[in-house]
């Protein structure tokens, strides 16, 4: 059974950070795409990120460009979102999601995309 649980949510001022962590578990997902996004009350669920597993090629959501950076560890079977320079407007609920590459990656903005997602962490910056 394939489980994606996110981690690392909180609270913090603008201008501060997080890392949020997605712990991949349930299968194999070496040919994969993962991708993050995130949604807030009252608003579609929005990409943010991505990554592909296999080659670690990345894409990003232009809102977050330059402050968000995705990585994986193959060993810890982890994909990991670094927030910096956070702005009020990047409070939501963030989700992992996971889809085959071939499949997700070219089409990596799009949630109905992806076939496995997480429950989500939240995310909360104040001013």
């Known amino acids: 059974q394939v489980q994606l649980v996110e981690s690392g949510g909180g609270w913090v001022q603008a201008g501060g950070s997080l890392r949020l962590s997605c712990a991949a578990s349930?299968?194999?997902?070496?040919?994969?795409?993962m991708g993050w996004f995130r949604q807030a009350p009252g608003k579609e669920r929005e990409f943010v990120a991505t990554i592909r597993w296999s080659d670690g090629s990345t894409a990003y959501a232009d809102s977050v460009k330059g402050r968000f950076t995705i990585s994986r560890d193959n060993a810890e079977k982890t994909v990991y979102l670094q927030l910096n320079s956070l702005k009020v407007e990047d409070t939501a609920v963030y989700h992992c999601?996971?889809?085959?590459?071939?499949?997700?990656?070219?089409?990596?903005?799009?949630?109905?995309?992806?076939?496995?997602w997480g429950q989500g962490t939240q995310v909360t910056i104040s001013s």
């Open positions: 349930g299968r194999s997902f070496s040919n994969y795409a």
């Open positions: 999601a996971a889809g085959p590459a071939y499949y997700s990656f070219p089409n990596y903005a799009t949630p109905n995309k992806y076939t496995y």
